[in-house]
């Protein structure tokens, strides 16, 4: 018999937990690493913006309105002669901020409303999903102009302003996904072993419904930039000169038939930004996946 | 399930009220009223249009002639529409955004559900791949200059729909696409992804080791079980479908009801405000509420205790 | 794999159905037929001209009635349903300047064929005053005798209402004469009788459909058209009126549409849907420099001036010599130059050329001048910027706005070194706000209501007065203006509005930028157009008669 001591056992499976096997199979991801890169490169270009262009987003040069890209404007001017590519650079700042950080308060009031109402179910289900029918019915734009008036119009008003409201959708959709997994076998497995609601939730039922929810969290990166758009028509949230791309679309859509660049480009950044998060989402839930454990 | 349904009209009512008096509430404390205007008008003029429009009395008794009226059908007047009542207004408008909104909602379903499931079952082909650019493209891009562009491009350049309106039937394609591209966009993406999950459930692998077709296998196992989170987001999605779309009714000058929300809070009209606010309430609550009978249907497992 | 193909297919097949059925059916409305099409931008609240007051109800209203008095192209007054101008000379006006006589034309008709008489003059302006209707303009009129008492009757009795109007200085002493009492002379009271809210009404037709009189086959008018179909939110169609007592229009219909976004209503004229459309703000240079719309374009002035208002009681600008400072630090051509491509004139006197009381030499000492402006900031104690408190300017958010409040803040930055915070509000927010005196400086347009400095600067700069939100106060300005209120003599009423006007220049207590112009452009089939600078919502809306179509 060979001692167990001194022989290597081949092909045992190397002892992972779920996360660092997931960061394992992300890594393999080509796709994702792209898409999370991408942020990190774009993220990183915004913080250091001076350093990369020359120009302000402020500084009007009232000679070279809505020029054309050149050498000189790579991206062209806009309608008061400012370098577009120094705008969608310092813009960044603002549309990451708000697409990212929005999403945190999104999800941390979406997920748990949605999560309990699904797991508890009955009476607390109903009470809380009627909330969110309320919510759902609530005139926000009467409840944003009212926040302007008293609070005044900065960036931490908009971030309130957007995550107040924007958490029903993701609630509702994590309810359903837990509703549906509630009752599957394994579910009902872990509950005879002597696991308790919350360690069901977290360990079993989130990881397991991830898929649309992040695919939720994707789409609302840019309906977070848009309605950065909206309410800085209100005045809340940056104010001008301040870019952000949301507002660059509105600025460019009123002047479209004089020049088509002003709202490609941040348009284009958006979608760029948009399909990094979706690769990175995507191979965050197939890293996620157990059923994907090789 | 009927006395589901009992109770949940119920709650339905108790809802509108709540969101019928934050929304009175709101309107009233709010900066501004509806005869503030750049030019202002002579205070005597102000206090007679108070006086006609029942604005000097208190906030109770505005709220309780409201809620009278609403007994009673009657939504209130409008002060951006003076020749007709609110009730007429949303009665009006409602056929053509309704119209707009379903035709946009059954364009966004087809395609949405069917390239999302053509992409998860070939999953990192160019069909997924497509099906991200085009649902990336659709979001984000906003409606307007989305609307813009189909204009330019089908009406300016083509000829071949008028620029808007509404009344025959080349008015309603390219609003439609309009309407239905980011929901399209949105409904493909998370068919795909639920497809996905469901494709690696074990009884899928379990059916397709009995050696069923790969047609029963789809439709009989992995269609149902993706639609919840579809189905979750369909509800609310179809309700802001049918109760308009500011962005694309401006845009081809379709005269439903849409617009008026923004417009009607814009211009303070309290009487259209009330109107529309309490409609999207009641017309999303039943949207929800169709969304919960769903998933009872599709999936019999789910139960309400 | 069959299920996709198969879905694929229908998918096909339901498109290129709805392509091939609606191609068929779509046909370019209204080419070759003598219909003018053009976009009202919006759907008017109501058409009753006592409650008129935006530009769009306007615009319908100007159809569809006539008045007792018109303005021709030059903004001159013309007598339409009048058979004169009242003057003091013609003996219309009494000589103490209290008694305005009208004469009317005994062939004027409605559309249904009954006479116009005076009786209707007095019902409408008797209406316009009426507490229950409580119309906008109604303050327009309150120099004639019992008009303000009246007017302010809210909450009295029925009885006492009836007794207020009975009091009302207007009457008819016969069917085709009309007299107007005033409390004191006033001669633009002459000229506020050509406006839309002293239309002539029928009594009978109020009476009987009530709320409904404006629906189109009750809307009887005196004027060229009849308003024959609105279908809501979506066209208004006037087609000429048979029974019109003067020159039939050269056209069988005119359409208003609504279209609302600017950028649709461009497509819907390129695709020829529409006759006339307004130029986007900011897209002038594209409009100017291409060769196909050269013989498309209408430019006029219009009477219409955006200036900056400051809150005169708020540091600093309770400095005049701070305010005087800003003003030279604006470069106004630079802005129209560049950013609007040359379109709108620089500014730096508050009336705009094309009415009387128009003077380019007031204000230019405050001229683009940047040494100056520094000098006088240093005057006012600030040679130093930073020691300035935060200043803040506030505006609304419609169409160009924010270009102007940007460009103020570039150029405050570029020439002083001064930041300013800018705080975009929505409308009624910022109209609230400005009413009440919560701002420090602000956005400010004015368009004139009629064409005369009355209209432009006791409303405006008169200690307290209504418009007055820059809380200027001058009791020279105030002595001024109350005689030039009642001067008769044309000549001095009008030296006095301008030494007014110099007066309030020099004070500052507005920076004015440009006068407005108005670029439309025009299809080539469209003749006869006549533009003024009273031009409402849509242009050359006055003279609409007078327009014809070659194809």
């Given at each position: 018999m060979v001692s167990s001591t001194n022989t290597t056992i081949v092909n045992e499976r190397p002892h992972h937990t779920l996360w660092g096997d997931a960061w394992i199979r992300l890594r393999r991801n080509k796709l994702a690493m792209a898409g999370g890169i991408f942020i990190i490169v774009l993220t990183l270009a915004a913080i250091f913006a001076p350093l990369i262009t020359p120009y302000s987003f402020a500084h009007q040069d009232l000679n070279a309105i809505l020029e054309n890209p050149s050498s000189k404007h790579w991206l062209g001017t806009d309608g008061l002669g400012r370098d577009v590519f120094a705008r969608l650079l310092y813009g960044a700042r603002t549309s990451l901020a708000v697409g990212i950080f929005a999403q945190l308060i999104v999800i941390g009031i979406g997920l748990p409303i949605g999560a309990v109402a699904g797991y508890a179910g009955g009476r607390l289900d109903n009470a809380l999903m009627r909330f969110v029918d309320v919510m759902y019915g609530f005139p926000d734009l009467l409840l944003v102009i009212l926040l302007k008036a008293i609070l005044g119009g900065g960036i931490y008003q908009l971030f309130l302003a957007i995550g107040l409201v924007a958490w029903v959708n993701i609630a509702r959709l994590i309810r359903g996904q837990i509703l549906a997994i509630k009752s599957r076998e394994f579910v009902s497995a872990a509950h005879a072993m002597g696991g308790m609601g919350p360690y069901i939730t977290w360990r079993h039922l989130l990881p397991n419904s991830l898929g649309p929810i992040i695919v939720s969290i994707t789409f609302n990166i840019p309906r977070a930039i848009f309605t950065e758009a909206a309410l800085s028509f209100i005045g809340i949230g940056v104010r001008p000169p301040t870019p952000s791309w949301g507002t660059m679309i509105s600025d460019g859509y009123a002047v479209i038939f004089a020049s088509w660049y002003q709202v490609f480009f941040p348009a284009l950044a958006i979608a760029l930004l948009m399909i990094a998060f979706t690769f990175l989402g995507d191979g965050l839930r197939d890293a996620l996946d157990p059923k994907m454990r090789r | 399930m009927t006395r589901f349904v009992i109770r949940r009209v119920l709650w339905l009512i108790l809802v509108l009220l709540v969101v019928s008096f934050i929304t009175f509430s709101l309107m009233h404390l709010v900066p501004g009223g509806p005869w503030d205007r750049d030019k202002q008008l002579a205070p005597q003029v102000v206090a007679a249009l108070n006086a006609k429009y029942g604005l000097d009395k208190p906030f109770y008794v505005q709220y309780g002639n409201f809620l009278l009226g609403l007994l009673h059908g009657d939504l209130g007047i409008s002060y951006s529409y003076q020749d007709r009542s609110v009730t007429q207004i949303l009665m009006q408008g409602f056929p053509k955004t309704a119209v707009l909104g379903t035709t946009a909602f059954i364009l966004a379903l087809l395609v949405g559900i069917t390239f999302g499931m053509a992409a998860a079952l070939r999953q990192n082909t160019w069909i997924d791949y497509v099906c991200v650019m085009f649902s990336t493209i659709f979001a984000s891009v906003p409606g307007f200059v989305l609307g813009i562009l189909l204009i330019i491009v089908f009406s300016v350049i083509l000829h071949w729909f008028p620029t808007g309106g509404w009344g025959s039937p080349s008015q309603i394609v390219m609003p439609a696409i309009a309407l239905a591209a980011l929901p399209a966009a949105f409904m493909a993406r998370i068919t795909r992804a639920s497809t996905l999950e469901t494709m690696r459930q074990d009884y899928v692998r379990t059916a397709r080791s009995k050696g069923l077709l790969e047609r029963v296998v789809l439709i009989r196992h992995i269609l149902r079980n993706s639609l919840i989170p579809v189905v979750t987001i369909a509800g609310p999605e179809f309700a802001a479908l049918v109760t308009g779309s500011v962005i694309v009714e401006t845009i081809f000058s379709i005269p439903g009801i849409g617009r008026l929300f923004v417009q009607g809070i814009f211009a303070r009209d309290y009487g259209l405000i009330m109107g529309t606010v309490l409609f999207y309430a009641f017309v999303i609550a039943i949207a929800n509420l169709v969304v919960d009978i769903l998933y009872g249907v599709i999936d019999p497992r789910i139960r309400y205790e | 794999m069959q299920r996709k193909t198969l879905v694929y297919s229908l998918l096909a097949i339901f498109f290129s159905a709805i392509l091939i059925f609606t191609s068929a059916c779509q046909g370019n409305k209204g080419t070759g037929a003598q219909i003018l099409r053009v976009n009202l931008a919006g759907e008017p609240a109501q058409v009753d001209p006592n409650q008129a007051s935006w530009a769009a109800e306007k615009s319908v209203v100007s159809q569809v009635f006539v008045g007792l008095l018109g303005f021709n192209q030059d903004l001159t007054l013309r007598a339409d349903v009048a058979k004169e101008i009242p003057t003091v000379a013609n003996k219309d006006i009494s000589a103490d300047g209290l008694t305005i006589t009208f004469k009317l034309r005994t062939n004027v008709t409605w559309s249904d064929g009954q006479k116009v008489t005076a009786k209707d003059f007095v019902y409408s302006i008797k209406r316009e005053l009426d507490p229950d209707l409580?119309?906008?303009?109604?303050?327009?009129?309150?120099?004639?005798?019992?008009a303000e008492a009246y007017n302010s009757a809210t909450g009295k009795t029925a009885a006492d209402k009836t007794a207020l109007a009975n009091a009302v200085g207007v009457s008819a002493p016969d069917d085709y004469t009309l007299q107007i009492k005033l409390n004191d002379p006033q001669p633009t009271m002459v000229e506020c009788m050509a406006l839309w809210p002293v239309y002539p009404i029928r009594e009978d037709i109020i009476t009987k459909y009530?709320?409904?009189?404006?629906?189109p086959p009750n809307y009887i008018g005196d004027g060229p058209y009849l308003l024959t179909e609105w279908v809501h939110q979506d066209h208004m169609t006037f087609k000429p009126n048979p029974n019109y007592w003067g020159t039939k229009p050269k056209r069988a219909e005119i359409d208003f549409l609504m279209i609302t976004d600017a950028n649709a209503a461009l497509a819907a004229y390129q695709n020829n849907e529409l006759d006339i459309v307004g130029v986007p703000p900011g897209t002038e240079k594209t409009f100017l420099n291409d060769k196909t719309y050269d013989d498309q374009r209408s430019l006029f002035n219009d009477l219409t001036t955006f200036a900056f208002q400051f809150n005169v009681t708020k540091a600093p600008f309770d400095n005049k010599l701070v305010r005087q400072a800003l003003s030279c630090a604006i470069d106004r051509d630079a802005f129209i130059n560049s950013v609007r491509s040359g379109i709108g004139k620089a500014a730096v006197s508050w009336i705009p050329p094309g009415m009387p009381g128009y003077n380019a030499s007031i204000g230019t000492q405050y001229a683009f001048n940047v040494t100056q402006a520094k000098a006088l900031l240093a005057q006012a104690?600030?040679?130093?910027?930073?020691?300035?408190p935060q200043i803040t300017f506030s505006y609304s958010n419609t169409a160009g706005n924010t270009t102007i409040a940007q460009f103020l803040q570039g150029q405050m930055q570029q020439n002083l070194g001064i930041n300013i915070i800018l705080d975009p509000e929505e409308s009624k927010t910022f109209s609230t706000n400005v009413n009440s005196g919560k701002f420090m400086w602000a956005w400010f347009g004015w368009g004139a209501d009629y064409p005369d400095p009355d209209d432009w600067l006791p409303g405006l700069f008169g200690t307290g007065a209504g418009n007055n939100h820059t809380q200027y106060s001058n009791p020279a300005f105030d002595t001024l203006s109350a005689t030039a209120l009642k001067e008769q003599d044309n000549t001095k009423r009008l030296a006095d509005w301008d030494q007014a006007q110099k007066m309030v220049m020099d004070d500052a207590p507005i920076v004015t930028i440009f006068y407005r112009e108005r670029f439309n452009l025009v299809k080539t089939w469209v003749k006869g157009l006549k533009t003024t600078g009273m031009d409402g919502q849509v242009i050359g809306d006055t003279f609409y008669n007078e327009v014809y179509i070659t194809k």
């Open positions: - | - | 409580a119309c906008a303009y109604a303050s327009f009129y309150y120099d004639i005798v019992g009530g709320d409904k009189w404006t629906d104690g600030y040679s130093d910027v930073s020691k300035l």
